[in-house]
C-alpha cells in the first residue's frame, strides 16, 4: 500500500489497482456511495476511460461550479468550462507525476492534487480518480502561531525582521492598505529588507497558501515584458511553447504580485501594465480575448521615481497607480535597531551551526559603528563571515578585511569628473539633463568597474540590481 499525506490529509490507495468495470459502475452509482463520498470537505471527481466526468461529491460540485445536470459530459468540457484550471498538473501527470497542484480561477487559490489509476481487466486506459485538497485551515492555525506586526522582531521565510516603532507603525498601515486591496508602494535602497517586508505583508494581511509571485521587472528584456507579464497563446510568435505559457499576472491571481526594481521597467512597457492596474484585465500576446485578474499588487525600487517622472522616463499615472499606500524603508545607517537585527541574525547563525557564536564587545562596537552602504544584506553577509571564520568568540580580527580597522573607508571613491566631460557632449539645442545625467552615470560606472573589476561587487556598491548594471553597461559599450 503506498500512502499519500498532505499535512492533515491523509489518502490510502494502491497506487494501481484492478477491478471489473461493472463493479466499479455500481459503486459510483449507489446512493450510499455518493451519501458518504459527499460527506468529505475534500473535493473528489472521477473521469471514466472514455474521458467522462462520471462523478463529483459534492465538493468538488462546489468548486468546479459544476452542477449535478452536466455530470457525463467530457473531460475536456469540463476542463474548459469548470472553474479549475488543472492544465499544468496534467500535463505533469502525462510524464508520470501523480501529485502536485490545481488552481480555482476564480480565486486563485491553490489545491493539492493526488491522482490515481483503476485498472480495467486488460484497458490500459481505467479510470482516473482525483482527490483535491484546501491547506488555508492548516496553513491559519500555523500562521496564528507566529508573532504578529505588533511585535519588534518577525520570521519571514527565513528572513528576520525588525521593525524600529516609526517603520512598524507604516507597517501596521500597510497591512490594512493590502486587506482592502489598497497598492503598497516600498520605497528604500537596496538591501534594506523591501522584499521581506512585502512577503511579510503578503502572509499577514493576506492568505499564505495562495501564490506570491516575485517579479525581478530590471531582468525582463524590453522585448519580452509583455509575454513575460501577461503571457502567450499558443503559436504567439516563432519560438513559443505548443501549449502557450501563462504570465506572471495570472500566476499571481488570488494572491500577491511583487513587482520589484519597477523603476527599471522601460518607459514603452510601462503602459501595458497601467492598463491592468487600470481595471485588473490582461490580454495574452496572441489572444483576442481579455480576462480579468484579480490579485493583490506590491511594489518597490531604489529609484527616485519623482525625479524619473520630471525626467520623462517614468508615467506620472503610472506612478499613482502603484503607490496608492507608499512605504519609506530608512536605509540601515539611520535606524536604531541595528542592535536587535544583530542579536537576531546571532541566534539564527547558532541555530544552524549547532555551537555558540559570541562577539566581543570592540568586534560588536566596530559592526554597529559600521556605515553599512549595504543594508541588511551587508550586515547578514558579515555575520555569516563570523559564522565560517569565528570558532567561538568573534574577535575584531575576524572581520571581513577593511570593516575591523577603518569600516570600508575604501567605498568612498573620487570619482574625477574629467574637467571636459560636459564640453565634450553636443550641448546644442535639443542637448536635455538627461543627456548630461547619462554621462555622468556611465562615467560613475566606469570608475566603479575600473576601481572593483567584478560587475556583481559594482552593482552591489552601487546599490543597483546586476541586471540593471548589465543593462547600462551595454547601453555605454554600444
Known amino acids: 500500500m503506498e500512502t499519500a499525506k498532505f499535512q492533515s490529509f491523509h489518502v490510502e490507495l494502491k497506487a494501481s489497482a484492478a477491478i471489473d468495470r461493472s463493479q466499479i459502475e455500481a459503486l459510483f452509482a449507489a446512493r450510499e456511495f455518493r451519501t458518504v463520498a459527499d460527506l468529505s470537505p475534500d473535493p473528489f471527481l472521477v473521469v471514466s476511460p472514455e474521458d467522462t466526468v462520471l462523478f463529483l461529491n459534492d465538493a468538488a460540485h462546489k468548486l468546479a461550479g459544476w452542477s449535478d445536470s452536466r455530470s457525463g459530459a467530457t473531460f475536456a468540457t469540463f476542463l474548459q468550462q469548470s472553474n479549475l484550471d488543472l492544465d499544468d498538473f496534467l500535463a505533469a501527470a502525462e510524464k508520470g507525476q501523480a501529485q502536485g497542484q490545481v488552481r480555482a480561477r476564480s480565486t486563485g487559490r491553490f489545491y493539492r492534487v493526488l491522482r490515481r489509476a483503476l485498472s480495467v481487466g486488460t484497458d490500459t486506459r481505467g479510470y482516473h480518480l482525483y482527490w483535491l485538497h484546501d491547506p488555508e485551515g492548516w496553513d491559519r492555525n500555523r500562521r496564528g502561531t507566529g508573532t504578529r506586526s505588533g511585535g519588534r522582531s518577525h520570521q519571514e521565510n527565513g528572513e528576520t525582521l525588525s521593525f524600529p516603532s516609526d517603520l512598524r507603525s507604516q507597517i501596521d498601515r500597510a497591512l490594512k492598505a493590502y486587506a482592502r486591496s489598497f497598492r503598497i508602494l516600498l520605497l528604500g535602497e537596496s538591501g534594506?529588507?523591501?522584499?521581506?517586508?512585502?512577503?511579510?505583508?503578503?502572509?499577514?494581511?493576506?492568505?499564505?497558501?495562495?501564490?506570491?509571485?516575485?517579479?525581478?521587472?530590471?531582468?525582463?528584456?524590453?522585448?519580452?515584458?509583455?509575454?513575460?507579464?501577461?503571457?502567450?497563446?499558443?503559436?504567439?510568435?516563432?519560438?513559443?511553447?505548443?501549449?502557450?505559457?501563462?504570465?506572471?499576472?495570472?500566476?499571481?491571481?488570488?494572491?500577491?504580485?511583487?513587482?520589484?526594481?519597477?523603476?527599471?521597467?522601460?518607459?514603452?512597457?510601462?503602459a501595458k501594465l497601467l492598463k491592468f492596474l487600470e481595471d485588473s484585465t490582461i490580454q495574452s500576446v496572441g489572444s483576442a480575448v481579455s480576462r480579468r485578474v484579480e490579485t493583490n499588487v506590491v511594489a518597490a525600487t531604489n529609484r527616485d521615481l519623482h525625479s524619473m517622472m520630471s525626467e520623462g522616463t517614468f508615467r506620472k499615472d503610472?506612478?499613482?497607480?502603484?503607490?496608492?499606500?507608499?512605504?519609506?524603508?530608512?536605509?540601515?545607517?539611520?535606524?536604531e535597531d541595528k542592535d536587535i537585527i544583530l542579536d537576531a541574525l546571532i541566534a539564527r547563525a547558532n541555530q544552524e551551526r549547532g555551537r555558540l557564536l559570541r562577539l566581543s564587545p570592540d568586534c560588536r562596537?566596530?559592526?554597529?559603528?559600521?556605515?553599512?552602504?549595504?543594508?541588511?544584506?551587508?550586515l547578514r553577509s558579515i555575520v555569516e563571515y563570523l559564522d565560517i571564520v569565528a570558532d567561538e568568540l568573534a574577535e575584531t580580527s575576524d572581520l571581513p578585511e577593511g570593516l575591523s580597522t577603518a569600516p570600508f573607508e575604501d567605498s568612498t571613491i573620487?570619482?574625477?569628473?574629467?574637467?571636459?566631460?560636459?564640453?565634450?557632449?553636443?550641448?546644442?539645442?535639443?542637448?536635455?539633463?538627461?543627456?548630461?545625467?547619462?554621462?555622468?552615470?556611465?562615467?560613475?560606472?566606469?570608475?566603479?568597474?575600473?576601481?572593483?573589476?567584478?560587475?556583481?561587487?559594482?552593482a552591489r556598491r552601487l546599490g543597483i540590481d546586476i541586471a540593471t548594471l548589465v543593462r547600462k553597461t551595454t547601453r555605454t559599450a554600444s
Open 414 to 458: 573620487p570619482l574625477n569628473f574629467p574637467a571636459g566631460i560636459v564640453d565634450s557632449l553636443d550641448t546644442s539645442e535639443g542637448t536635455t539633463l538627461k543627456d548630461l545625467s547619462r554621462a555622468f552615470e556611465d562615467h560613475i560606472i566606469k570608475v566603479f568597474l575600473d576601481r572593483y573589476g567584478s560587475k556583481r561587487e559594482t
Open 365 to 378: 562596537a566596530t559592526i554597529l559603528a559600521h556605515s553599512f552602504p549595504g543594508n541588511l544584506r551587508e
Open 318 to 335: 503610472l506612478y499613482f497607480r502603484l503607490a496608492t499606500f507608499p512605504v519609506n524603508i530608512p536605509p540601515l545607517r539611520e535606524r
Open 192 to 270: 534594506v529588507g523591501k522584499t521581506a517586508i512585502a512577503k511579510h505583508i503578503h502572509a499577514s494581511a493576506g492568505d499564505p497558501a495562495r501564490p506570491f509571485v516575485h517579479v525581478n521587472c530590471g531582468s525582463i528584456p524590453e522585448t519580452l515584458f509583455e509575454s513575460e507579464m501577461f503571457g502567450y497563446e499558443r503559436g504567439a510568435f516563432t519560438g513559443a511553447l505548443q501549449a502557450g505559457k501563462r504570465g506572471y499576472i495570472e500566476s499571481a491571481g488570488g494572491g500577491t504580485l511583487f513587482l520589484d526594481e519597477v523603476g527599471e521597467i522601460p518607459l514603452a512597457s510601462q
